[in-house]
């Protein structure tokens, strides 16, 4: 079975300064990669994913991440944060054999101070 | 992407009570599922919806406790039954295969929630 592993609960980060959300995965099968981004009290919503091809991945507000299969990871970046990045971040993972169930990580908790 | 709604938004129940949470979505879909995110806590998938048939329960939960219906392509419902305090989370469904074609095959749309407190 996949696992999810977010290395970071909270990650308290200055505005305009850049962040880095960790996220590893485990899996003996190949799988697809997503991050979702929950706002207080909101539902989730999807930021990027990776299916296949390229290893970078662009998604919106900023925010890209990097698949890194030698590492099973991939993390999340974005070069500058807003205040209105505050929310928590979700990794997860899907088996392309098994009918696109998300396994979650645990979430990391991004507070920007301005 | 689809949009999702959630019926109710938050509830407040006694133990023993049951609530049935309905899920609607804007276009036909064809996979549907029920996640449960309990307090401070990461999603955790409770089972699959499938249209005109028994749902698929992941472990740790079973049809009893949480029986599911999925009548059409664009609807679903989750019941918790007689209900605990340890039933208190975020209950959300999500969609897979909306109108983007193979891409969106894979990206998985979420619904914004009920906030159930069991008390």
């Known amino acids: 079975a996949q696992s999810v592993t977010q290395l970071d609960s909270q990650v308290p980060v200055f505005e305009e300064a850049p962040v880095e959300l960790r996220c590893n995965y485990s899996s003996s099968v ?18 990027l994913k990776y299916l296949s091809g390229s290893t970078l991945v662009k998604g919106i507000n900023g925010f890209e991440a990097e698949f890194n299969k030698s590492q099973t990871s991939f993390h999340l970046r974005k070069p500058s944060v807003h205040i209105s990045d505050t929310a928590e971040y979700f990794c997860a993972v899907s ?20 | 992407s689809a949009v999702i709604s959630q019926k109710p938004s938050r509830d407040i129940c006694q133990r ?8 609607q979505v804007d276009s036909q879909v064809t996979m549907m599922f029920w996640y449960r995110q309990q307090p401070g806590q990461s999603l955790t998938l409770i089972a699959t919806a499938n249209q005109g048939s028994e749902a ?3 472990s740790g939960f079973v ?28 209950y959300l469904c999500s969609v897979v295969g909306g109108q983007d074609g193979p891409r969106g095959a894979y990206e998985q749309y979420f619904g914004p929630g009920t906030r159930l407190t069991v008390t």
Request: aromatic share 12%; glycine share 8%.
């Open chain 2, 56 to 58: 698929t329960y992941e």
């Open chain 2, 16 to 23: 023993g009570t049951s609530l049935t949470i309905q899920c």
């Open chain 1, 30 to 47: 190949s799988v697809y990669l997503f991050w979702y981004v929950q706002y207080p009290n909101q539902g989730l919503q999807l930021l």
């Open chain 1, 95 to 114: 088996l392309k054999a098994a009918g696109n169930k998300l396994t979650f990580g645990g979430g990391t908790r991004v507070l920007v101070k301005p």
């Open chain 2, 63 to 90: 049809i009893d406790k949480f029986p599911i219906s999925r009548p059409n392509l664009t609807f679903s419902t989750l019941t918790v039954s007689n209900m605990s305090p340890e039933d208190s989370s975020i």
